[in-house]
């Protein structure tokens, strides 16, 4: 069975960091591409960043809201993905939740709350 469990949010104040992690079982994560996703109080949910499967080189493309702020890597060995997130600002408060798909079927975490507020 797969799981994702998110972890790593909370409150920050604007221009602070968090790093968020996402782990994986019942996969070997590293086969898969791997996607943050972001869902803010009554808005629709989008893709924060994505890393391409180790086979496919492990290529990561961001949002360009998020560009040169956040980071997505992966750590093979935990089998995990974090979502470092830099210089952080009031618009980047959501719901984070990593995705996976394997086989046609979309498995997703069930989020962390990053809240950007002083």
């Known amino acids: 069975q797969v799981q994702l469990v998110e972890s790593g949010g909370g409150l920050v104040q604007p221009g602070g960091s968090l790093r968020l992690t996402c782990a994986a079982s019942?996969?070997?994560?590293?086969?898969?591409?791997m996607t943050w996703f972001r869902q803010a109080p009554g808005k629709q949910r989008e893709l924060v960043a994505t890393?391409?499967?180790?086979?496919?080189?492990?290529?990561?493309i961001y949002a360009t809201s998020v560009k040169g702020r956040f980071t997505i890597s992966r750590d093979n060995a935990k089998n995990a993905v974090y979502l470092q997130m830099n210089s952080l600002k009031p618009e980047d408060t959501a719901v984070y939740s990593c995705?996976?798909?394997?086989?046609?079927?979309?498995?997703w975490g069930q989020g962390t709350q990053v809240t950007v507020s002083s």
């Open positions: 995705n996976t798909m394997r086989q046609g079927e979309f498995y």
């Open positions: 019942g996969i070997v994560s590293s086969d898969y591409a």
């Open positions: 890393i391409s499967s180790v086979s496919s080189g492990g290529r990561p």
